[in-house]
């Protein structure tokens, strides 16, 4: 339970691992994280849940294969600027990426992993926790 209000810009000073997401508030069931993120994430997918993201800084792209293109699902990329927000359908094959870095909220399940529940091999540069408390 948050008692005092919380400065996003304040969390984000704090820390500078890279895609390993801060759990600022719970609302209800769901973590609201934050992370710092640059280079990319790998394929993964969460079978259950959707993803929200909100970009805070910075540039957020996020490769996906939907059925938006065609129905093959052939990939396509969605860029978040500063102040944009997109949601990740369940079961839907996404890969985040940031070539010049960017600061993003994300709203899911407390207990989601970073990496979904199906995924390509991890490097060594991702975290697949469930986000860490921000004390
Ligand atoms: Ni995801």
Known sequence: MIREPINLATVLAQFDDLW???IVARVNDYDVRVAKVT????WHAHAHTDEFFLVIDGELYI???DETVDASRNERVVVLSRGA???VPAG???RPFAPTGASILMLEPAGTSTVGDR???IPGHIDVSTG???T
């Open 63 to 65: 490769a996906l294969r």
């Open 39 to 42: 280079g990319e994430h790998v």
């Open 92 to 94: 839907v094959e996404h």
């Open 20 to 22: 390993s997401p801060r």
């Open 85 to 87: 927000l997109f949601v």
């Open 132 to 134: 860490h408390a921000f």
């Open 119 to 121: 995924h390509d091999p």
